[in-house]
């Protein structure tokens, strides 16, 4: 399987389009409209450590939307060459990570929820989880 060359510049933040009033707010995301692929999976990662890390992984196909849906956590995008750090910490916006793309977590807030909206169902297959593996793929 190939690599896609996909750069941490293709990784967007995007602000979800949200419902606003005095008594809360409520974002939506719907397929096919507020998001470029089909939801197959919803995940969130909750209870890490103070100082814990997760991900430290790229995927073949998977592509995600990262969002804070309480507290803020760090997210670490690499694609081989560059680096980039971004950190999220409102619900209302969603980090897209695109197929090809090393990405690690970090720096979570006590009680902060990563939920993961993935276009495809859980396959450890697609996982590349040595770096040096990584970035020798993406040479090619
Ligand atoms: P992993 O994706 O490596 O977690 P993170 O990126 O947050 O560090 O998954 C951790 C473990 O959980 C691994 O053994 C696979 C398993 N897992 C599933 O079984 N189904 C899933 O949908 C996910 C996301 C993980």
């Known amino acids: 399987m190939n690599l896609s060359n996909n750069k941490i510049t293709d990784c967007i933040l995007i602000d979800i389009s949200s419902i606003q009033n005095q008594s809360g707010n409520i974002t939506v995301v719907e397929n096919n409209k507020d998001i470029p692929f089909s939801i197959q999976r919803i995940y969130y990662l909750y209870d890490v450590p103070g100082g814990g890390e ?19 956590f ?9 680096k980039k750090r971004i950190h999220l ?19 979570f807030s006590s009680g902060s ?24 793929l993406k040479k090619k």
């Open 54 to 72: 997760r991900g430290g992984h790229a995927h073949y196909e998977l592509e995600q939307y990262l969002i804070a849906a309480s507290g803020s």
């Open 74 to 82: 760090d997210v670490i995008l690499d694609d081989g060459i560059n």
């Open 89 to 107: 910490n409102r619900p209302n916006f969603a980090l897209h990570i695109v197929p090809g793309l090393w990405r690690a977590l970090d720096n």
């Open 113 to 136: 929820i990563c939920m993961v909206l993935a276009s495809h169902k859980y396959e450890e297959k697609d996982y590349i989880r040595d770096y040096n593996q990584y970035k020798e």
